[in-house]
């Protein structure tokens, strides 16, 4: 259940990153991370079936209702890369017709009227705050948000997921060689290549300033 709400709130706040709902209404008051209801699970459909026993595995149906439109072809590409790179069981046969169940669903976007989400992390955003700024514990709570299910909780790559991936999730505890920029830049630019996504996008510096925080606490 953790892996699942782990990778919702991911959905979630890429979701905001995409400009969903940016109505002026939150903007002001004390906030809190709303967690969605459970994920949505895949829409009847043919192959729908097929969509739940491989794509539920990992994450929620929401990683494919939040997508923008993409056409057949990417979405060949996009399952394709589920099975090569993140071990995806899907034989060959059962490709095609859940490709076209994709599609179909794709088009249908439920996701952008779900409540806005308020952050209050994103209220002001100081300038590229010098690293010192960085607060461990407030960096403890984004990582157990947004890391642990590939990290897992000590940061030794050992999350629900972390060993399956190819190549595996890094052992963070090994980090204490490498300078404060170096893991910034890994931070903000992923691994291309590997499950190691890039962060720029949803959290803002001094968001990854209280992770390098945090992360310098699991060096022993
Ligand atoms: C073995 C685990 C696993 C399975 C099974 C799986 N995925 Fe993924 N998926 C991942 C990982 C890991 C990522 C990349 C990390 C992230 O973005 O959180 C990802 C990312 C995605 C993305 C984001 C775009 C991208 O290319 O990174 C989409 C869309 C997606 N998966 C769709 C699917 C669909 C559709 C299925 C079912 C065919 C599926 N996934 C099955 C692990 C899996
Ligand atoms: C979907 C899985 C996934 C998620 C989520 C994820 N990572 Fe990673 N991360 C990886 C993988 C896989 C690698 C190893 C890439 C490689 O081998 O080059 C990696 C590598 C790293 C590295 C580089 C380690 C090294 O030895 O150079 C750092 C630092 C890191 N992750 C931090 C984080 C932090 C902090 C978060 C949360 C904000 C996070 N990761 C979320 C999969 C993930």
Redesign the pocket.
């Known amino acids: 259940m953790r892996v699942c709400m782990?990778v919702v709130v991911?959905l979630w706040i890429s979701g905001l990153a995409w400009g969903l709902p940016a109505n002026g209404e939150n903007r002001g008051q004390v906030s809190i991370l709303k967690l969605p209801p459970d994920p949505i699970s895949f829409q009847p459909g043919s192959g729908s079936e097929l969509a739940s026993r491989y794509c539920l595995m990992c994450h929620s149906a929401e990683y494919v209702y939040m997508q923008p439109p993409h056409p057949r072809e990417d979405w060949m590409e996009i399952v394709n890369k589920m099975k090569t790179s993140f071990g995806c069981p899907i034989s060959n046969e059962d490709m095609a017709p859940l490709v076209d169940y994709l599609v179909t669903q794709n088009s249908l976007q439920p996701f952008p009227t779900a409540p806005p989400v308020q952050r209050d992390d994103q209220k002001d955003t100081p300038d590229q705050s010098s690293i010192q700024s960085g607060d461990s514990q407030k960096g403890k709570s984004?990582?157990e948000r947004?890391?642990v299910?590939?990290?897992g909780p000590g940061g030794k790559?050992d999350?629900p997921?972390?060993p399956v991936?190819v190549?595996?999730?890094?052992?963070?505890t090994?980090?204490g060689k490498?300078s404060d920029k170096?893991?910034l830049d890994?931070?903000r630019k992923?691994?291309p290549g590997?499950?190691?996504?890039a962060?720029e996008h949803d959290?803002n510096p001094q968001e990854l300033n209280h992770?390098l925080s945090?992360?310098r606490t699991l060096t022993p």
């Open positions: 782990v991911l984004l990582y947004h890391c299910t590939c990290h790559g999350g997921i972390g991936l190549p595996p999730a890094a052992n963070l090994l980090l490498q170096t893991i890994t931070l992923g691994r590997t499950a190691m996504p962060w959290l992770l945090f992360l």
